[in-house]
């Protein structure tokens, strides 16, 4: 167990200190997704351009805390490529890993987050990426937390009026109640 913790320390930390895709707005991005983490104040925008079904180019921009910056990072790179049907598999099967403990199997390079599950308040920082993901894959306007929708947000956070804003529920990413954990 030793070794997987020192993996998982050494991907997270390269991918904090080197984010992949990062600060791009890729050209001819044609879908975009924003949220917010009010407990880490983890905020990002994820970027993608789609042709023919498959997620051609994807970018990140944003600030947030070491684990929410690496799954940002790590997220990119495994769905770059991909078909939106996989890339939305691939989301799920994050969720399921992270939240309900799952096996992560058929994740490929993500599967390492699963070493976020020893640390629990973190789990929220882990999947931030991948819920804007998910609004991206939707072009949804909207920003999407992981909180509830009526968080105060903090003094220069451009968070949309409540109504606008969705809670996404953790078991398939739609618009939902949410639960503390």
């Known amino acids: 167990m030793n070794d997987m913790r020192s993996l998982y320390e050494e991907v997270i930390l ?11 707005n890729p050209p001819g991005a044609d879908h975009h997704g ?22 051609r180019d994807i970018g990140f921009e944003g600030a947030g805390c070491a684990i929410s910056t690496a799954s940002a990072s790590i997220m990119t790179e495994a ?3 991909k078909r939106v049907e996989e890339a939305e598999r691939l989301f799920r099967g994050v ?12 994740l490929g390079k993500a599967s390492i987050l699963a070493g976020v599950r020893e640390y629990p308040m973190r789990v929220k920082c882990a999947t931030l990426a991948w819920r804007v993901l998910h609004a ?3 072009n949804r306007p909207d920003m999407v937390t992981t909180e509830n929708p009526s968080f105060v947000a903090p003094p220069g956070c451009a968070v949309p009026a409540e109504e ?5 529920d953790d078991a398939d990413g739609k618009p939902g109640a949410h639960e503390s954990r």
Do not use: S
């Not at 969720?95 to 058929?106: K, T, V």
């Not at 606008?164 to 996404?168: G, L």
């Open 14 to 24: 390269d991918h904090n200190r080197r984010p992949r895709n990062f600060q791009k």
């Open 34 to 55: 924003h949220g917010f983490n009010p407990v880490c104040n983890d905020e990002f925008q994820v970027h993608l351009k789609i042709e023919d079904g498959v997620i």
């Open 79 to 81: 769905v770059k490529g």
């Open 95 to 106: 969720q399921d890993m992270l939240i309900r403990n799952g096996g992560g199997e058929n």
């Open 136 to 138: 991206a894959l939707e």
């Open 164 to 168: 606008e804003t969705h809670d996404i």
